[in-house]
């Protein structure tokens, strides 16, 4: 089985095991997560914050977007482009700058101002699943594999711990993100680490 075949199989799996969680769990877990998000220094401290709106699939980020707009950070959220693999970073002001984009994902309207990776401090990334070391399973299309490959700032993945896997497939082109954050902690490097 070749890796890009592992990783299909992996991505069954993991939505086998999303669909499975309680509603309660994962509004637990959403709340706990985006708490520790809002937690770190780097995020505090950032002025301008990249993240995404989750789906009803993955974290509810709503939280962590308002309180960056709340508290006058810059924030911006992904457009996906008619070119497969290539989002573009896009400024919102408001949550109602977000429109429904080709998978239906809200993201910012093509009138929000382009950003680039470089102009970001703070990034916050999706993951169907990942290992508390940061290898990263997504959704397979490599927005967020080109994304890092051009990002120098701090980077957190979100996970819920049910959906942990350590046995994440790799492939040359994928990036890992050295934090991640869970309902239950913070993890650096894959090692438990302090929110302070």
């Known amino acids: 089985m070749t890796i890009a075949e592992e990783k299909q199989e992996l991505r069954l799996k993991v939505r086998a095991q999303e669909r499975a969680l309680s509603v309660r769990y994962k509004e637990e877990s959403d709340a706990a997560i985006a708490d ?15 993240s995404f709106f989750g789906t009803k699939r993955e974290i509810n980020t709503r939280p962590i977007l308002e309180d960056a707009l709340r508290a006058g950070k810059r924030l911006c959220l992904p457009l996906c482009t008619e070119v497969p693999g290539i989002m ?29 990776p470089d102009e970001v401090d703070f990034a916050v990334l999706p993951c169907l699943s990942c290992g508390r070391a ?12 080109r994304f890092l490959t051009a990002y ?28 991640v954050v869970t309902e ?13």
């Open 184 to 196: 239950k902690g913070l993890y650096e490097d894959g090692v438990p680490a302090r929110l302070e």
């Open 152 to 179: 120098r700032g701090s980077a957190v993945l979100l996970c819920r711990e049910e959906l942990l896997h350590e046995d994440i497939p790799v492939e040359p082109h994928d990036m890992p993100v050295p934090w």
């Open 36 to 50: 520790r998000v809002r937690a770190l220094p780097d995020y505090r401290e950032a002025h301008t914050v990249f």
């Open 88 to 116: 573009e970073l896009r400024v919102v002001n408001s949550l109602e700058d977000l429109v429904p984009g080709a998978f239906g994902i809200l993201e910012p309207s093509t009138s929000c101002p382009i950003l680039t």
């Open 134 to 145: 940061g290898r990263r399973l997504g959704q397979g299309g490599g927005y967020y594999d």
